[in-house]
């Protein structure tokens, strides 16, 4: 397969900044993977002529929100605020179309950042009681029609059939948004799987519905939280399959009713971010099992055995999410990344409108050094049966 590699990239990155197109193009990559829908987010703009930072406070739809579409749902998109209009992402896909670059649209669904603490029942809430106002819960039958309809509109006035699909699970404990002040707790990876079980009211029906005694879950995860437990089996016991078996469901119903949305409306081809492990949540939710709706699994690079990913496929494209950002200095960045890229399909480099001009020198070189070294991945009849880990 082809290297086919794509700049992240914010609708305002490219209004009233000329340049930007040639930026993109410049560095060998066939075009930008364009934010529609994102969460908040106070993004650093180096190299825009007009500011150097934008402040988008809350989610928003970066496409015209039609009122008669939306009618009688629960959740609905927002409009952007003054940090740019709705318009944005039609002004930078014109823009970069222009310059011959490819654009695919870009979409964030489960991470949402309301202005406000509204309908928290739609939102993740941990064993101790404690709600996640960013994560929506895909178990709310509400929240999975959110996601199908934003994704339909965003195929139908993007003029994009290709998606990028991120977050499309369970968000879980780290908002990787916010001033996040986490860190000090001194949680291990099992504290913040266990905080990221969700007790919010359709997740305790489904848990009781499997089965599962959800007061006693409760305590098993609220006692584990701080033991200092090597693997999160040894605080759940035999409810660990069940809780695995009820999140893989809301996942699957979800990714089901995204992908029927796009497909419908003309998408072609579907990226969606994901991770190998059982227990991912967040951005990458673990989505290696969500075959015959993927056109491509988009990995974190740094998380990757891109050989070892290439064998679980079933045919789908692999991508890898690469950050240029700090604190990785630039002269380690094209040694860092070659030996582990050599497998993948898709190169997705984040983020076009975020980097110096120095680190987009890096990301050229690196997408000369993957396409010059790259190894051709083996054919769908070649590829070993999954395992997830």
């Not at 952007?80 to 039609?90: I, S």
């Not at 359709?202 to 879950?217: Q, S, W």
């Not at 809301?250 to 796009?262: G, S």
Request: aromatic letters at 8%; a negative charge.
């Amino acid at each position: 397969m082809t290297l086919r590699t794509r700049w992240c990239a914010y609708p305002w990155d490219f209004v009233d900044a000329p340049d930007a197109p040639a930026r993109a193009r410049d560095s060998g990559a066939d075009g930008i993977a364009l934010a529609a829908a994102y969460h908040a987010v106070r993004a650093a703009t180096p190299t825009h002529p007009r500011h150097r930072v934008v402040e988008a406070s809350f989610s928003a739809f970066y496409l015209p929100v039609r009122p008669a579409i939306w009618r009688g749902q629960r959740l609905q998109p927002r409009r952007p605020g003054r940090w740019v209009d709705d318009q944005a992402f039609e002004q930078a896909r014109d823009a970069a179309r222009a310059a011959g670059l490819e654009v695919e649209a870009w979409i964030v669904l489960t991470h949402d950042d309301s202005p406000e603490e509204r309908n928290l029942d739609y939102r993740a809430r941990n064993a101790f009681g404690d709600a996640y106002p960013y994560a929506l819960c895909p178990s709310n039958a509400d929240v999975r029609e959110y996601c199908a309809t934003l994704t339909s509109e965003t195929v139908q006035l993007s003029g994009a059939s290709s998606l990028m699909i991120e977050a499309c699970g369970p968000m879980g404990v780290e908002h990787v948004s916010a001033h996040e002040k986490t860190s000090g707790a001194g949680w291990t990876p099992v504290d913040a799987q266990l905080l990221s079980v969700c007790f919010c009211a359709a997740c305790e029906r489904a848990l009781a519905a499997a089965g599962l005694d959800v007061g006693r879950l409760r305590g098993l995860v609220t006692s584990g939280v701080g033991r200092g437990a090597e693997h999160i089996e040894e605080v759940l016991g035999e409810a660990a399959t069940a809780v695995l078996d009820v999140r893989a469901g809301a996942r699957r119903q979800l990714a089901t009713a995204v992908a029927d949305a796009a497909r419908a409306q003309g998408a072609v081809s579907l990226a969606f971010h994901a991770q190998a492990t059982r227990w991912s949540t967040g951005p990458f939710a673990a989505l290696l099992d969500t075959f015959g709706l993927a056109d491509c699994f988009v990995f974190p690079g740094e998380h990757i055995d891109a050989s070892d990913l290439a064998q679980r496929s079933r045919g789908e494209r692999i991508g890898a999410y690469i950050s240029l950002l700090p604190p990785e200095s630039i002269k380690d960045l094209v040694a860092q990344w070659e030996p582990t890229l050599r497998h993948v399909d898709d190169l997705y480099l984040y983020h076009l409108g975020l980097t110096s001009q120095s680190r987009a020198g890096a990301a050229s070189l690196l997408i000369e050094a993957l396409r010059r070294t790259k190894t051709p991945r083996p054919s769908p009849s070649e590829a070993s049966p999954t395992r997830l880990e």
